[in-house]
């Protein structure tokens, strides 16, 4: 059975940084393109980046871009997203998903092999 588990999440200030991580068991990390996704309340669930399976193409929402980082290590089985100078408008549950047919590799992508269960995260003003 494949398990995707977010972890990382909390309640931060503005302009500080987190680092959420999704490991994956029950599949082999590496076969798969990864990504983040975010729901805030009230709002549809939207792309945040994604990477290949390789690591070597990422992709990244325009709100997030420069300031977030996604990243991956096969040998671990985990992704990670890196947030830095985080804002209040950053506030939703963080999603990671997996999926084995590229369809994650464009900005905006909306499905998935596999999902998680999410993470919180808050950022107060």
């Known amino acids: 059975q494949v398990r995707l588990a977010e972890s990382g999440g909390g309640l931060v200030q503005t302009g500080d940084s987190l680092r959420l991580s999704c490991a994956a068991s029950?599949?082999?990390?590496?076969?798969?393109?990864m990504g983040w996704f975010r729901q805030a309340p009230g709002k549809e669930r939207e792309f945040v980046a994604s990477?290949?399976?390789?690591?070597?193409?990422?992709y990244y929402a325009e709100s997030v871009k420069g300031r977030f980082t996604i990243s991956r290590d096969s040998v671990e089985n985990t992704g990670y997203l890196n947030m830095d100078s985080l804002k209040p408008e950053d506030t939703a549950v963080y999603y990671c998903?997996?999926?084995?047919?590229?369809?994650?590799?464009?900005?905006?992508?909306?499905?998935?092999?596999?999902w998680g269960q999410g993470t919180q995260v808050t950022v107060s003003s």
């Open positions: 998903a997996a999926d084995r047919h590229y369809r994650l590799r464009r900005v905006g992508s909306s499905t998935a092999d596999y």
């Open positions: 990477i290949s399976q390789s690591g070597s193409i990422t």
């Open positions: 029950g599949i082999s990390f590496s076969t798969l393109d």
